[in-house]
């Protein structure tokens, strides 16, 4: 069975919270989605709201540091919505040294988010 099926390029047009951003996807054929939000899959980061805040702001933060206003590429999971009715996705962009990342990964391992099952 195929996990994730469709791959896209996609640009980040903002960052909600540690976990949820906004992209406009390019789905080729000159055809572009705009303002689609996207649930990092997989994981889980602290709300913007209530005891969690301060780390929410933090997490973030260094999300948007990352993928904010730049072309990345977009994994999504197929036919798959989350609790929330937005889809899920695993972001993958480039480092100074123009290698691939997965962006869901690098939250966890900096500890700005947890792995989550959902």
Do not use: C
Not at 67 to 79: G, P, Q, R, W
Request: aromatic share 12%; proline share 1%.
């Amino acid at each position: 069975m195929v996990k994730s099926l469709y791959h896209y390029k996609a640009f980040v047009v903002s960052v909600y919270d540690g976990d949820t951003v906004t992209v406009d996807i390019d789905l080729g054929l000159h055809v572009t989605l705009k303002k689609e939000k996207i649930r990092l899959a997989r994981i889980n980061a602290p709300e913007l709201r209530g005891e969690e805040h301060d780390e929410g702001i933090k997490s973030r933060d260094f999300l948007r540091s990352l993928v904010i206003e730049k072309n990345i590429f977009l994994e999504t999971i197929k036919d798959r919505k989350g609790k929330y009715g937005r889809y899920l996705g695993e972001l993958w962009a480039q480092d100074e040294d123009e290698k691939y990342f997965n962006v869901n990964d690098e939250l966890v391992k900096k500890g700005f988010a947890v792995y989550k099952k959902y």
